[in-house]
């Protein structure tokens, strides 16, 4: 194990052309922080010897001779047992950086009722690995997702490149803004298996059945609708203990999107007690892209 991390910190150090150094203190900081809440206090850590002036500097440097990408490959050879990717898109908040380009209003949660979740600032699109040991979060790539991007889309191309330098078989993980049509779509293409929350409100249809006479005319796609509030039953059906109850899980297989036609699984999972009370109030749906 030591001599992994050995040749993994070397493989790092040749990677930087500049300021090699001060780049290795500042990810020494990074990784044993405990106290800071900014950049610049990553200085005021024990592995960081030197001052604070030196972070900007070193940071300019990153990617001078190679690109992100180069540095995700570096990153994704030495990781620990993961299977599961994450994509998801975090709020960054730059209220006062008045020189800051390609500033934009931005949704961003409050905790203060009737406050109105919008700010200014960026958007950034993330993939992080989840080791499977150690319960960490690895980020694998980050992008600002400019104003004219569709912030969505961004991910799946992150994603796409991270999958184009794997061998192994993932998990990908995302949230309900990743399921609309087109983000499905590009998904069905992808080297891995995606497990994506729908909303409860969607309506999805059974594929059109073949006639059994020929017909001139253009033959039907889509048949029967799937509503999720008031679905029909389903194909597969898994009940397994847990603690003081049990999951109920219920699977429906190929199901159409509308618009984009890609055939996914929709599963719903729901946790009922012993005296088969649901413990919460609406299920949780998935979307399985294979």
């Known amino acids: ?13 040749d990677f930087f052309s ?12 990074l990784a044993g922080n405990h106290n800071a809440t900014s950049v610049v206090r990553l200085s005021l850590e024990p592995t960081y010897s030197r001052s604070y002036s ?13 690109s992100p990408k180069e540095l995700t490959r570096i990153l994704q050879k030495n990781l620990p047992i993961c299977q599961i990717l994450v994509t998801d898109v975090v709020p960054i908040q730059r209220l006062f950086a008045k020189t800051l380009q390609e500033q934009c209003f931005i949704h961003k949660s409050s905790p203060i009722k009737n406050q109105k979740p919008i700010t200014i600032g960026h958007n950034y699109s993330l993939v992080c690995a989840l080791a499977s040991e150690e319960k960490w979060t690895l980020p694998l790539s980050v992008e600002r997702v400019k104003p004219s991007d569709v912030r969505t889309l961004v991910g799946i191309d992150q994603l796409e490149e991270i999958l184009k330098n794997s061998t192994q078989n993932w998990i990908h993980v995302a949230d309900t803004d990743y399921s609309g049509g087109e983000v499905l779509k590009r998904l069905a293409y992808l080297h891995c298996t995606s497990l994506i929350r729908m909303r409860s409100n969607r309506v999805l249809y059974f594929p059109a059945k073949k006639p059994k006479k020929k017909r001139f005319r253009k033959p039907k796609i889509y048949g029967k609708k799937f509503y999720f509030k008031h679905p029909c039953k389903a194909h597969e059906e898994i009940i397994t203990p847990y603690k003081d109850g049990y999951f109920k899980i219920e699977r429906w297989n190929n199901l159409l999107v509308p618009d984009v036609q890609v055939l996914i699984d929709v599963v719903r999972i729901r946790l009922y007690k012993k005296n088969n009370r649901p413990v919460f109030k609406h299920p949780l749906w998935l979307a399985v892209v294979c």
């Open 1 to 13: 194990m030591l001599d992994h991390f050995i040749e993994f910190r070397q493989e790092l150090y």
């Open 18 to 29: 500049f300021r090699k150094d001060s780049l290795i203190d500042l990810i020494d900081s």
């Open 54 to 66: 030196t972070i900007s500097k070193a940071i300019n440097y990153v990617f001078q001779s190679h």
